[in-house]
């Protein structure tokens, strides 16, 4: 009968310890993950939106596209240290550094260039200036002659990368 009474005794005290044991904890209700939210606005230097412009976080790379607003809304974003870069094939590579807080919800704008002024001052190899050489853009986009003290301007030229040419 000693017997029976024990094995009852600890197949009860097992069972109470099965049942209550992670009782403070609900598999149902996840811990919070203090997620933050990122809003990208990207304008030109008019104020007007810029849609279809490719948005990427670095790290955890997420990419997104700019809607017709020319706006990108990361939500429930890890909070970290990001790189925020903004590019699209007409326009430069535009980036900002960011530190994300926990709950955060973070506002962004982007004033894209899409046309620029250069200024350039053309000299021979003893520093004189070069009157009236032809300067040119490759890829093509203006062609100016220097003034007396040697220099061209280039106006409303489209933001990018250029080789120039000085004949």
Same mark, same amino acid.
């Given at each position: 009968?000693?017997?029976?009474?024990?094995?009852?005794?600890?197949?009860?005290?097992?069972?109470?310890?099965?049942?209550?044991?992670?009782?403070?904890?609900?598999?149902?209700?996840?811990?919070?993950?203090?997620?933050?939210?990122?809003?990208? $606005? @990207?304008?030109? +230097?008019?104020?007007?939106? #810029?849609?279809?412009?490719?948005?990427?976080?670095? /790290?955890? %790379?997420?990419? !997104?596209?700019?809607?017709?607003?020319?706006?990108?809304?990361?939500?429930?974003?890890?909070?970290?240290?990001?790189?925020?870069?903004?590019?699209?094939?007409?326009?430069?590579?535009?980036?900002?550094?960011?530190?994300?807080?926990?709950?955060?919800?973070?506002?962004?704008?982007? $004033? @894209?260039?899409? +046309?620029?002024?250069?200024? #350039?001052?053309?000299?021979?190899?003893?520093?004189? /200036?070069? %009157?009236?050489? !032809?300067?040119?853009?490759?890829?093509?986009?203006?062609?100016?002659?220097?003034?007396?003290?040697?220099?061209?301007?280039?106006?409303?030229?489209?933001?990018?990368?250029?080789?120039?040419?000085?004949?």
């Amino acid at each position: 009968m000693n017997f029976f009474k024990i094995h009852l005794f600890s197949g009860i005290t097992a069972l109470f310890i099965i049942a209550f044991t992670g009782c403070g904890q609900d598999p149902a209700s996840p811990e919070p993950q203090n997620l933050s939210t990122i809003t990208i $606005i @990207v304008e030109d +230097e008019a104020g007007n939106p #810029l849609k279809g412009v490719q948005v990427r976080t670095y /790290p955890s %790379t997420i990419i !997104l596209v700019t809607n017709k607003e020319g706006v990108a809304v990361f939500e429930n974003i890890h909070t970290q240290n990001y790189q925020i870069v903004v590019s699209r094939a007409d326009i430069p590579i535009f980036y900002r550094d960011i530190i994300l807080r926990t709950n955060q919800n973070l506002k962004l704008k982007f $004033i @894209v260039a899409t +046309e620029i002024t250069i200024n #350039l001052v053309v000299q021979n190899i003893e520093g004189q /200036p070069l %009157t009236g050489s !032809l300067v040119t853009t490759s890829p093509s986009t203006s062609i100016v002659i220097t003034d007396e003290n040697g220099q061209a301007v280039l106006e409303n030229v489209p933001v990018k990368s250029y080789i120039f040419i000085v004949q």
